[in-house]
């Protein structure tokens, strides 16, 4: 299990991964981004409001080649750097 905590202009997040899935929880405490079936980047709960909640969201399975996909998104709509090391080692 992998663990870090990156702080953004103040707002830390919490990313962890497990070789596998990668999930980001927010300054919130909820989750705002997965890299497990697909790959989903919401708004933190507390801003859904009558935006919704997706950012960027693929709803199909995740291959290799999603990954740098989801570490650009996540750094473009969050500024959060992904390291390397969180990259899943499995895929489906
Ligand atoms: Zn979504």
């Given at each position: 299990m992998l663990e870090k905590v990156v702080e953004v202009e103040g707002k830390v997040f919490e990313i962890l991964g497990d070789g596998f899935r990668v999930w980001v929880n927010g300054p919130d405490g909820g989750s705002v981004a997965r890299f497990n079936n697909s790959i989903d980047i919401h708004r933190p709960a507390s801003e859904h409001?009558?935006?919704?909640?997706?950012?960027?969201?693929?709803?199909t399975q995740v291959t290799p080649s999603d990954w740098p996909v989801f570490v650009s998104k996540m750094k473009e709509l969050y500024g959060v750097e992904i390291p390397d090391e969180f990259k899943p080692d499995r895929f489906l």
């Amino acid at each position: 299990m992998l663990e870090k905590v990156v702080e953004v202009e103040g707002k830390v997040f919490e990313i962890l991964g497990d070789g596998f899935r990668v999930w980001v929880n927010g300054p919130d405490g909820g989750s705002v981004a997965r890299f497990n079936n697909s790959i989903d980047i919401h708004r933190p709960a507390s801003e859904h409001g009558s935006k919704g909640q997706c950012l960027y969201c693929t709803r199909t399975q995740v291959t290799p080649s999603d990954w740098p996909v989801f570490v650009s998104k996540m750094k473009e709509l969050y500024g959060v750097e992904i390291p390397d090391e969180f990259k899943p080692d499995r895929f489906l």
